[in-house]
């Protein structure tokens, strides 16, 4: 009669206990290198300024429909297309290319087809999980991903590639996973998340 091999029987149960281990050590790691990191509080608001040239005014504005926070700026003079595009603060670029599709509105061609999305666009990481997004930029960002900028660094020009009824600049703040009421200056916009439609106007401090 034959009742199997304990030798065989006994190491596969130590290899059934060193494959326990293993898993155990490497679910211990994923939570410190990945859950840890997400729980960990958000740093201070940097001072963020208006994402366009020292000294000018411009106006901010949503309206139905537009995310909540989210903000559409317009120069007050002159033609918002090919207007410089300013980092609002100092960071690193996390996304400098095409989200969704650009479609074909220029400035020779202003009512050609919409795209859809973003257009051109950048993403800055600020540190302590801040960041800032910037929408239907007129051509490829002059940024490239990983690099460094200063505030005032010019990131792009404004357009109306992506899904943009006019030339203007779509413009985000967020902490974390949300978006949050953008702060210019040290001070709140008051672009909310009210999905009613108004409009403001600020001067940019963007002076480096
Ligand atoms: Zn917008």
Same mark, same amino acid.
């Given at each position: 009669?034959?009742? #199997?091999?304990?030798?065989?029987?006994?190491?596969?149960?130590?290899?059934?206990?060193?494959?326990?281990?293993?898993?155990?050590? &490497?679910? /211990?790691?994923?939570? &410190?290198?990945?859950?840890?990191?997400?729980?960990? %509080? &958000?740093?201070?608001?940097?001072?963020?300024?208006? %994402?366009? &040239?020292?000294?000018?005014?411009?106006?901010?504005?949503?309206?139905?429909?537009?995310?909540?926070?989210?903000?559409?700026?317009?120069?007050? *003079?002159? *033609?918002?297309?090919?207007?410089?595009?300013?980092?609002?603060?100092?960071?690193?670029?996390?996304?400098?290319? /095409?989200? =969704?599709?650009? =479609?074909?509105?220029?400035?020779?061609?202003?009512?050609?087809?919409?795209?859809?999305?973003?257009?051109?666009?950048?993403?800055?990481?600020?540190?302590?999980?801040?960041?800032?997004?910037?929408?239907?930029?007129?051509?490829?960002? +002059?940024?490239?991903?990983?690099?460094?900028?200063?505030?005032? @660094?010019? /990131?792009?020009?404004?357009?109306?590639?992506?899904?943009? =009824?006019?030339?203007?600049?779509?413009?985000?703040?967020?902490?974390?996973? *949300?978006?949050?009421?953008?702060?210019?200056? #040290?001070? %709140?916009?008051?672009?909310?998340?009210? @999905?009613?439609?108004?409009?403001?106007?600020?001067? +940019?401090?963007?002076?480096?």
């Amino acid at each position: 009669m034959t009742t #199997g091999d304990p030798t065989r029987r006994r190491l596969s149960g130590r290899t059934a206990r060193v494959v326990l281990v293993l898993t155990a050590v &490497a679910a /211990i790691l994923a939570v &410190a290198l990945v859950v840890v990191p997400m729980l960990r %509080p &958000a740093g201070p608001r940097p001072l963020f300024q208006l %994402p366009v &040239a020292c000294g000018e005014t411009w106006q901010l504005g949503t309206y139905p429909g537009h995310d909540d926070y989210d903000v559409d700026l317009f120069p007050t *003079e002159g *033609e918002a297309w090919g207007q410089p595009v300013l980092a609002s603060y100092a960071g690193t670029i996390t996304e400098a290319g /095409i989200n =969704g599709s650009l =479609g074909g509105r220029t400035p020779d061609n202003p009512d050609g087809p919409r795209g859809r999305g973003g257009g051109y666009w950048v993403k800055i990481d600020h540190g302590g999980k801040w960041e800032t997004q910037y929408l239907h930029l007129l051509e490829p960002p +002059s940024v490239e991903v990983g690099q460094r900028v200063a505030q005032g @660094d010019r /990131i792009g020009r404004v357009g109306s590639t992506g899904n943009s =009824g006019a030339p203007h600049l779509h413009y985000e703040q967020r902490r974390g996973w *949300e978006k949050v009421e953008t702060h210019f200056d #040290g001070t %709140p916009s008051g672009i909310t998340s009210d @999905d009613a439609e108004y409009t403001v106007r600020r001067t +940019s401090n963007n002076c480096g």
